[in-house]
């Protein structure tokens, strides 16, 4: 398929339905990302100062809009690790933080938690991530406690009983390095996936593993937002409404008493992951499969289903490959982006929403003669292996800083208030030199006053 073909086999479903996904991405984000506030400005005398130009600025967005941060400090050359260091903080406000056990804890007893310790890559410290975030204003979150896959060779074959007490051990240490210092923590991650695992740890083949899991989790961070997460289940909850497995797992959790804070929805498009050629990776590509998830139909259907459950969502990890070469491609992996991040944007359950691999050329690999998994064949970097700026991250940027973004100029009226509407977030207003601080918040009609 030449780019042309391409962007119109992944725009079908949305030019099929433009008018109606047109006016619910607009309507939606007028009602649920915007909020009002009144604001009155006096001299200290308590006089209202009329007919006063204030210029106002959004500094900060209440929606999170992150990546994983797996590359930190994980480059060759200084240079590109104070490049990635800049362009993380500019363009988002929630970092995934990974503690995968297996990476975090590979000899037991000796967890890599200080900046210090042993490099893994692609598995930077905690602390090291979490002094960068705390240093940026980016909020971290864990991910994540419980997963099979990377449950620790020296753990993975003991007693139920003995797993059981590691991750007591194991959770217990995270809250106290951590705790109150977390935006929030994915419990468990990819139940689904264990069907594909012959070699499975005792813990994972019960029957309540979930709500052991969170059960345990709350016993140790009481004050955390806990989630659960899990891969691609947005179209089989559209296909599927409420019989769709995640819905009905989550929903048995509730029921028998798990503390589930956040449901976690991944949205990967992994074309060519499996593909050593060129063949292949055609072949892959063809799979008519992988193309429900541009039927935009579905997005609005399955969030609308899991919604159902009364919990906030979030797109915990999200892949758009870049389908060929050249600036037309990175054009349409850009126009994709914009389409489904205005989507979730627009949708008031989702309050988040976070990108997976954001530089080309340094994705999760598996190559160990039993199984080929390659992510880096997606291209679905919003950088380039170099690091500069794909147009997908110009995108991005574009998005929360331009558009998904409020600065107006207003005159005070003769009682010294201006009225405004604006996205959720901090705000600076700067009137006759001074400068004010306010915030608009989903739920708060704070009234701000002002004496100048």
């Not at 064949?377 to 794909?390: E, I, Q, V």
């Amino acid at each position: 398929m030449n780019i042309k073909e391409l962007r119109e086999l992944y725009f079908k479903a949305y030019n099929n339905n433009k008018d109606y996904v047109d006016n619910r991405v607009a309507d939606g984000i007028e009602k649920h990302r915007k909020g009002t506030c009144r604001i009155r400005f006096t001299d200290e005398s308590g006089t209202p100062l009329a007919g006063k130009k204030v210029r106002l600025t959004q500094k900060s967005h209440d929606f999170k809009h992150g990546a994983n941060i797996f590359m930190l400090d994980e480059f060759e050359k200084e240079e590109d690790n104070k490049e990635y260091r800049r362009f993380f903080k500019e363009h988002f406000n929630l970092a995934t933080v990974p503690f995968y056990w297996g990476d975090l804890e590979p000899e037991e007893g000796k967890p890599r938690y200080t900046t210090d310790s042993p490099k893994i890559y692609r598995r930077p410290s905690p602390d090291l991530c979490f002094d960068y975030c705390e240093e940026n204003g980016i909020l971290p979150k864990l991910h994540c406690l419980v997963y099979e896959p990377y449950t620790p060779d020296w753990l993975k074959h003991r007693s139920l009983n003995e797993i059981k007490a590691k991750y007591e051990e194991r959770f217990r240490q995270i809250s106290e390095r951590y705790s109150g210092r977390l935006y929030e923590i994915e419990v468990i991650n990819e139940v689904f996936n264990l069907q594909f695992f012959e070699d499975r740890s005792a813990l994972s083949k019960q029957r309540d593993l979930v709500e052991w899991s969170f059960e345990t989790a709350q016993k140790y961070f009481p004050n955390e937002v806990l989630m659960i997460n899990e891969g691609n289940p947005i179209q089989k909850l559209a296909r599927e409404d409420w019989r769709a497995h995640y819905f009905l797992t989550v929903e048995n959790a509730l029921l028998h008493g798990a503390e589930i804070d956040k449901i976690g929805l991944q949205n990967h498009q992994f074309i060519g992951v499996n593909a050593k050629t060129p063949e292949m990776y055609e072949k892959d590509f063809s799979n008519q499969v992988r193309m429900e998830l541009n039927d935009v139909m579905s997005y609005f259907k399955g969030l609308d289903v899991i919604s159902e459950l009364g919990l906030p969502l979030e797109l915990t990890e999200v892949t758009i490959p870049t389908l060929g070469e050249g600036l037309e491609a990175e054009e349409l992996q850009a126009d994709v982006l914009r389409l489904w991040y205005s989507i979730w944007f627009s949708h008031p359950s989702v309050d988040g929403i976070v990108y997976w691999n954001t530089v080309d050329g340094y994705a999760h690999v598996v190559d160990d003669g039993k199984r080929y998994w390659n992510e880096n064949n997606c291209r679905a970097g919003l950088w380039h292996h170099d690091l500069t700026p794909k147009k997908s991250a110009e995108m991005l940027k574009k998005l929360f800083t331009k558009e998904w973004h409020t600065e107006a100029e207003l005159v005070t009226d003769e009682n010294g208030y201006i009225g405004l509407r604006g996205f959720y977030g901090e705000y600076e207003a700067e009137i006759d030199g001074h400068v004010c601080n306010f915030e608009i918040h989903k739920n708060d009609n704070k009234e701000w006053k002002f004496m100048i």
